[in-house]
């Protein structure tokens, strides 16, 4: 609950410290910040896509604008004047999709690491690696076969077609959940069982797959791929934008990792 002139900044102080802490544990400087845009043709597909109906009190109300402000003003302001020029968003498109589309795509010789706690990116680990910083958790093509039955990455998307994705209230065949999924896909579940024939049921019918296909592929279909600039992150930059929100900790704390990381 860090705080400049009455604002939140607890934030802007905490995504301006893990860019740091995974400059470090990556040894990258190059980072590329993927941004959902307000607009979601999934949508269109589905009204209740990420439909949320939780109503909340004055006081969380009052929370939450704060910490929405604080990302927009990452987003528009501050990553912009610390250097960064890979800010991306695009109309219509998840951050999802501008990071799948962007690693499919990766004709680097970079190994491309992405920095999420969203399980809809295990399809993605063909093109390149994932990391939780919640979980402090790596995860690649071989984790995933170990942790799920020797799922592959293009089988996952068929997991949570058939599953559905809680977080995004995307439904599933009802009675289905990701291990059941699993288990059908990797031939291991009861042909005579009710969850075999509901699956057998949905793939007839069709019409709940095709849907879900839609919603839960990456990237969404027409998602066009950016092109990597080069950031100008330099200690004066950094100085200003931790002088401008009163981020003198950070300061303290940083700036030599800042200008050992970014400043070569």
Known sequence: NLCQKEQLTGIIHGVIQQIIVLTKEFRDNQIIFACDSPHNFRKEIYSLYKYKDKILNE???????????????????????????????????????IIASYVKKNNTKRKAWVITNDNDMLQLLDDCCLY?????????????????????????????????????NVPGIPGIGVKRAISYLTHELDPNSQAHKKITNARREKKLLIRNLKLVKLP???????????????????????????????????HHNWERHFCK
Do not use: H
Request: glycine residues 6%.
């Open 220 to 254: 969404f279909e027409g998602c066009p791929s950016m092109t990597l600039k080069k950031d100008n992150c330099t200690i004066f930059n950094f100085k200003n934008i931790c002088l401008k929100y009163d981020l003198k900790r950070l300061w303290e704390m940083y």
């Open 132 to 168: 939780s910083p919640v979980k402090k958790k790596y995860t690649n093509r071989r984790t995933l076969r170990e942790e799920y039955n020797g799922i592959t990455p293009d089988q996952w998307v068929y997991v949570k077609q058939l599953a559905g994705c809680t977080s995004d």
């Open 59 to 97: 006081a969380d109300q009052w929370f939450f604008d704060q910490g929405l402000s604080q990302i927009l003003k990452l987003k528009k302001e501050i990553l912009p004047q610390l250097g960064f020029k890979n800010i991306w968003e695009i109309y219509g498109y998840e951050a999802d999709d």
